[in-house]
């Protein structure tokens, strides 16, 4: 089993950064395939980026391509994100999620979830 738990969110201008990460419990975390996903008010959860236990291949939504970054560092038990050039329609709750066998870009085929950190972008 793995817990999570999200940090790094806040009030940010447009144009600026943010860097969120997920800090995880368990001693298998390198097995495990790490996502992130967002939901803001009114709309689904999607897809921002995830990242492969196996090779660290990483994963985007067309949406974040070339502003965020993913990352991890197995030996911090810890996930990134990095968020470059914000804007308005980035605002949303961010989620880390895990998955063991092959990266997805399904929100339903991850097991364990954080609790969400809250990314809003002024304009």
């Known amino acids: 089993q793995v817990q999570l738990v999200e940090s790094g969110g806040g009030l940010v201008q447009a144009g600026g950064s943010l860097r969120l990460s997920c800090a995880a419990s368990?001693?298998?975390?390198?097995?495990?395939?790490m996502g992130w996903f967002r939901q803001a008010t009114g709309k689904e959860r999607e897809f921002v980026a995830a990242i492969s236990w196996s090779d660290g291949r990483t994963y985007y939504a067309d949406s974040v391509k070339g502003r965020f970054a993913i990352s991890r560092d197995n030996a911090k038990n810890t996930v990134y994100l990095q968020m470059n050039s914000l804007k308005p329609e980035d605002t949303a709750v961010y989620y880390c999620a895990s998955r063991v066998g092959t990266t997805s870009v399904w929100s339903s085929l991850y097991a364990y979830w954080g609790q969400g950190t809250q990314v809003t972008v002024s304009s």
């Open positions: 368990g001693r298998t975390f390198s097995s495990y395939n």
